[in-house]
C-alpha cells in the first residue's frame, strides 16, 4: 500500500476517535465553567449571610480560586497544607492599632483586650505553633531576668523600688547595701483558637516573687477569654497596662493603677478603636487603725465601668470604679463606700518616641495603685467608730526615647498623696515621690541589658520624711522574641 493511501485510511479510522476526544474536553471545560458559576453564587450568597452577622467575608477570588485551578498540588504542598493550621493568631484576631514599643517587664502582653487583639509590645503574636489536628496555637513565653541593686541607704523593699516602704526615723537607716535577685523571671502559656463565638485565648503566667526571702511560685495571671468576655485572674480592668513605663525597675511608680484581682468583664466594641468595658472584681477592704477583733467585711464586689480610644498616635483611657467597705469588731461595726477615677494614655512622639502618663483620684482606692496595694489604706476606722474611706490623688509620666534601633532611655516621676491627719497615726503614709532614668541596650530582640538610677521619697503624716537613691543594672533574656 502506498504511503499516501495508508495516511488516509489512518485518517479515516482515527477520525471517530479524535471527534469524540474533541467533544470530551469542551463537554469537560463547559461543566467546569457551570461548576465555577454555581461555587461564585454560593460564595455570594454566604457573604451576604455573614455580613448580616457581623463577620468579614473573604473575597469571592479567594473563594473560588481553588476550584479554578485543574492542575493537582505538588506532594509536597500537599502535606505542608494538611499540617498547617487553618488560620494563625494574627490572621483570626483583630490587629492592634496602637503604635508599637519595647518593654522590659512586657506588661501589656498579658493584658485583657477586645477580641483578643495582640499589645503594642508583641503586634505580631511570634512563636505560635499549631497543635496537631486542632485549629489551636500554642505559645510557650517569658524570660530571664537578672537585677543587681545597690542603695546607697536602706531603701525598705530590696528587690522592687517600693517607695511607700522606704524606712523614716530608722535606726539602720544609713547603711548601704547591695543586693542581686532574679524574681521578676516569668514563665507563660497561652493557647488561642478561633470559635464561632469569637476568638478564644487562654493564658497563664507566673514570677517569683511569692515571698521576700525565698523564689516562691506567685501566679500572676490565670485567666481564660471568649470575644470580649473575661473571666479569671489577672489585671484589674482599672488598670491600664499599656501606660505603664518601660522601667528596670518591676513596681514602677508608685501612682500607677496597678492590681491582680479574680474577676469578670466584658467589652462592648463601639467601632473605629473605642470600646466600653463593665467589670465586677473580688472586693477587699484594707483598712487602717484595726483592733485585735476588727475584720473587713466584704458583701458587694468592686465595679469598675472603662471607657477606651485607641489610634495610631496612642490611646487614651479613662476609667472609674466603685466599692464598698466595711468591717466587723467586738461591738462596732461600719460600711461605707468608695470610687475614684483614673484618666491615662499613651502618645507617639516624632517617629518612635512615646509618651506615657496617668492621673488617679479618688476616696477608698489606696489597693487600686502600685505604693499602696496590701498597705491598709483603703479607709481607717476613728475614735468613733466609724469607718473612713481615705482621699487619695496622684500621677505620673513617663517618656521613651529611642537613640538608635538599639539604645532607649526612659524618664519617669510620679507622686501619690493621701492627705488625712485626722483620720490616720502621725507615722501613717502621707506622700511619695519616685523618679527614673535608665538606658537600656537590645543589640538582638531576645537579650536586653541596662542601667538605671531611682529616686525615692517617703512623707508620714506627721511630716517627717525619708530618700533613697538606687542604681539597678539588668541582664534579661526572653525566650520568644
Known amino acids: 500500500m502506498k504511503p499516501q493511501t495508508l495516511a488516509i485510511a489512518l485518517s479515516l479510522a482515527l477520525a471517530p476517535g479524535w471527534a469524540r476526544a474533541q467533544d470530551s474536553v469542551a463537554t469537560l471545560r463547559q461543566e467546569i465553567t457551570q461548576a465555577q458559576n454555581h461555587l461564585q453564587a454560593l460564595t455570594e450568597r454566604l457573604n451576604a449571610l455573614e455580613r448580616e452577622q457581623g463577620r468579614t467575608p473573604p473575597s469571592a477570588t479567594q473563594a473560588a480560586a481553588p476550584a479554578a485551578s485543574a492542575q493537582p498540588a505538588p506532594a509536597h504542598v500537599a502535606t505542608q497544607a494538611t499540617t498547617q493550621p487553618q488560620s494563625s493568631p494574627a490572621s483570626s484576631t483583630t490587629q492592634s492599632v496602637l503604635p508599637p514599643r519595647d518593654s522590659v517587664a512586657d506588661p501589656s502582653i498579658a493584658a485583657s483586650r477586645p477580641d483578643n487583639a495582640p499589645s503594642p509590645t508583641d503586634p505580631e503574636l511570634k512563636g505560635f505553633f499549631a497543635i496537631p489536628g486542632t485549629e489551636t496555637m500554642i505559645r510557650l513565653g517569658g524570660y530571664a531576668k537578672l537585677d543587681a541593686i545597690a542603695d546607697n541607704r536602706a531603701a525598705g523593699d530590696k528587690e522592687q523600688f517600693v517607695t511607700s516602704s522606704i524606712p523614716v526615723g530608722s535606726p539602720h537607716r544609713d547603711v548601704s547595701e547591695f543586693a542581686m535577685h532574679a524574681k521578676q523571671t516569668r514563665f507563660s502559656f497561652e493557647a488561642r483558637r478561633p470559635t464561632t463565638h469569637g476568638n478564644l485565648r487562654f493564658y497563664m503566667e507566673n514570677d517569683f516573687f511569692g515571698s521576700s526571702d525565698s523564689y516562691q511560685y506567685r501566679l500572676r495571671h490565670a485567666y481564660g477569654q471568649l470575644g470580649n468576655t473575661y473571666a479569671g485572674y489577672g489585671y484589674s480592668t482599672f488598670m491600664d497596662a499599656d501606660s505603664l513605663p518601660d522601667t528596670l525597675d518591676f513596681a514602677g511608680p508608685g501612682a500607677a493603677g496597678y492590681l491582680l484581682v479574680a474577676g469578670i468583664h466584658h467589652s ?35 465595679i469598675s465601668l472603662v471607657a477606651r480610644m485607641e489610634r495610631s498616635w496612642g490611646h487614651l483611657q479613662l476609667g472609674a470604679v466603685a466599692r464598698s467597705l466595711g468591717y466587723d469588731g467586738d461591738g462596732r461595726s461600719d460600711r461605707t463606700f468608695g470610687g475614684g477615677a483614673q484618666f491615662s494614655g499613651s502618645y507617639a512622639v516624632a517617629e518612635r518616641d512615646l509618651l506615657l502618663f496617668g492621673l488617679v483620684g479618688g476616696k477608698g482606692i489606696g489597693r487600686y495603685t502600685a505604693d499602696l496595694t496590701g498597705s491598709g489604706l483603703d479607709a481607717a476606722i476613728d475614735v468613733n467608730g466609724e469607718l473612713k474611706a481615705l482621699p487619695l490623688y496622684g500621677g505620673f509620666f513617663g517618656y521613651t526615647h529611642y537613640w538608635s534601633e538599639m539604645w532607649r532611655s526612659n524618664l519617669i516621676y510620679g507622686e501619690l498623696h493621701v492627705d488625712d491627719a485626722n483620720a490616720l497615726a502621725s507615722d501613717a503614709f502621707r506622700r511619695s515621690r519616685y523618679g527614673a532614668l535608665n538606658l537600656i541596650w537590645s543589640p538582638a530582640p531576645s537579650w536586653t541589658m541596662g542601667m538605671e538610677v531611682l529616686y525615692g521619697q517617703q512623707e508620714l503624716q506627721d511630716g517627717r520624711s525619708a530618700d533613697a537613691l538606687r542604681l539597678q543594672g539588668s541582664l534579661q533574656y526572653s525566650f520568644i522574641k
Open 268 to 302: 462592648f466594641a463601639l467601632g473605629k478603636g473605642n470600646s466600653l468595658t463593665i467589670a465586677a472584681e473580688d472586693p477587699d477592704s484594707q483598712l487602717a487603725n484595726t483592733g485585735d477583733s476588727d475584720i473587713s467585711t466584704e458583701h458587694l464586689p468592686d
